[in-house]
């Protein structure tokens, strides 16, 4: 792997394990060249996901997208970023093993909103405020009324 630092192409691994949920080997790094030590994460990757989008143009699915946008729907809430990894893992896996290549935008946030629902109603909240995309106060209390059924 080249360092990302100086750009080297010979790295060492100092150290792999798997992590806590056993879905990935995280290894730390290190460069002879400038002595820079860094970590990544190797993964399983099923099959190659596509997302469309609504306006149907295509790009491949990022799992850091997904995970950046719980961590925002979730900033200051009392969820710890090893369960936002647990929900990006199992989402992933379940648009891996679908059996589809393309998946629509609305079926990943559908399955955001659903893992949001059972884990923090302020996150879910804050989510769906920007995926349903309400424009007014009165979006938000109709919400929160059906949350409250």
């Not at 806590?20 to 190797?42: K, Q, V």
């Not at 399983?44 to 961590?71: I, Y």
Request: charged share 35%; with cysteine; aromatic share 6%.
């Amino acid at each position: 792997m080249r360092c990302p630092f100086c750009g080297h192409d010979d790295t060492q691994v100092k150290d792999s394990r798997p992590t806590e949920d056993n879905t990935a080997i995280r290894r730390r790094r290190s460069c002879p060249e400038c002595g820079a030590r860094w970590t990544t994460f190797e993964r399983v990757q099923l099959r190659e996901l596509t997302v469309v989008k609504s306006d149907n143009d295509r790009a491949p699915f990022d799992r850091d997208k997904l995970a950046k946008s719980l961590r925002i729907a979730l900033s200051k809430r009392p969820v710890g970023e090893d369960r936002i990894e647990r929900i990006v893992n199992s989402i992933q896996r379940q648009l891996e093993t679908s059996g589809e290549s393309e998946i629509p935008t609305k079926a990943i946030g559908e399955m955001v909103m659903e893992n949001l629902r059972d884990l923090d109603q302020v996150g879910y909240v804050r989510f769906a405020s920007v995926y349903r995309n309400f424009r007014e106060a009165k979006d938000f209390e109709a919400f929160v009324e059906e949350l409250s059924e």
